[in-house]
Every structure is written in C-alpha cells, then in structure tokens.
C-alpha cells in the first residue's frame, strides 16, 4: 500500500510537468517549482529505498517464521517501520534541497535535464559545491547501499530457510512469494546506483535523462503489473 501510494506521488510530482513542456513552447519552470519538484521526487525515492529494505524483512519474517508472523510483524510495528521510511526519506529530501537551493547559480540556468534532477541543478552552481558532493555520497551510501546490503542480508536467509522446506510446492510457493520484492528491487537499485555512484567520466546528458526515465516512470509503471 506504501509502495503504490508512493510510486502514485512520485510519477504525479514529475510526468505532468514533463508532459506540458514537450507540448509547450515556453520550456521554463519557476526557481520555488523546481525546488519543490526536486524535494518531492528525492524525497519518495529515498523512502522507497529504506521502503524496500523493510519489505526484504518482511518477506524474511514471513518465510523463516510463517507461524509467528501475524506476531512479530504486528500492527504497531509495521505502521512504525513505515513512518519511519517516510521520516527519513523526508529528512534527506529537505536537507539536500535546502542546501542546493541556497547556493549561487549562474549563467542562463538551463537545466539538461528532463525534471529539476539534484544531479543536473549541481551543474548549474557557481559556488563551492564539496559540501554537497560530500552529503550527496554518504545520503547515497546510507540510502542506497546500506538498504540493498540489508535486502541481501535478508535474502540470504530466505534462501536458506527455502531450501529447508521439504515439498517442492511449498518453495515454489515462497520463490514466487519473493520473486515480485527481487524484480522490483533489481530495477529501482539498479537504475538508482547507476545515476548516483557512476564515475564523473561516465556523466553526460543523454544517459542521466534515460536513467531518470528508468527509476521515473518505467519502474513505477511496473510495479503493479510485478506485484499483481
């Protein structure tokens, strides 16, 4: 219910916009617009990194322990494991953003990119830009590495607790169970870590706006088809 309630404000927030600038001949967006833009769609990104990790537990919790399950994974600690998915992706949206919007463009400001991308905005700073280069690469190795190392983790498990069960339809019953989390896993990390931990020799134009498309529109269209 969080990932598509997600992935709904997450694609409203930029395919609207993006839209209306194919089709218009004035291909500008105001300096508030494009920080908002920005703080919302980093914000439900970095919350559906953490989002996807607790659901790796949760898929861990529902296969290692079935019977135990309606306990462990109870009301009050999903609705907390939640928030705080959303707590924390808000936190780096406001803090990044912020710290991008206080500092000194120059030039015509045209942004080489399809959205207000954190990415392309960096281009456009006249000023010293290490202190958000800094904060950018640990958000991206708390919010991106960190979260894939605990799906990993968690997987491990599952894997062995699969192997463990006896009948050959009670694991296929708990590959398919997982196999929706992985492929969705796989397309927003993959396209995600691409963006954001490429070497700068990598950087051009063309492929940062086809990744933004990626993890943008491709892999929230698929996710209700995945999870279906």
């Known amino acids: 219910g969080n990932l598509s309630f997600l992935d709904i404000c997450y694609t ?15 291909k500008s967006i105001s300096f508030i617009g494009c920080a908002m833009q920005m703080a919302v769609s980093l914000g439900l990104g970095s919350t559906e990194c953490v989002l996807l990790a607790v659901m790796a537990y949760d898929r861990y919790v529902a296969i290692s322990n079935p019977l135990r399950y309606p ?20 936190l780096n949206a406001l ?5 991008i919007m206080m500092s000194s463009f120059c030039g015509n400001n045209t942004i080489y990119s399809l959205t207000c991308e954190i990415l392309a905005l960096l281009k456009l700073i006249c000023s010293d830009i290490s202190t958000d280069m800094l904060i950018m690469t640990v958000a991206s190795i708390a919010l991106l590495v960190s979260p894939l190392l605990l799906i990993f983790i968690s997987y491990v498990f599952i894997l062995s607790s699969i192997l463990r069960i006896n009948s050959t339809e009670g694991r296929k019953k708990a590959f398919f169970t997982c196999s929706a989390h992985l492929t969705v896993v796989f397309l927003f990390f993959g396209s995600a870590i ?34 279906s």
């Open 12 to 26: 409203t927030s930029s395919i609207p916009p993006m839209l209306v600038m194919f089709v218009s001949e004035r």
């Open 95 to 99: 803090v990044q953003t912020v710290l």
């Open 71 to 90: 306990i462990i994974m109870n009301r009050v600690l999903y609705v907390h494991m939640a928030a705080w998915c959303w707590i924390i992706g808000s």
């Open 194 to 227: 691409f963006m954001y931990m490429k070497p700068k020799s990598k950087d051009t134009n063309a492929s940062d706006e086809i990744i933004g498309l990626f993890y943008g529109v491709v892999t929230p269209m698929l996710n209700p088809i995945v999870y």
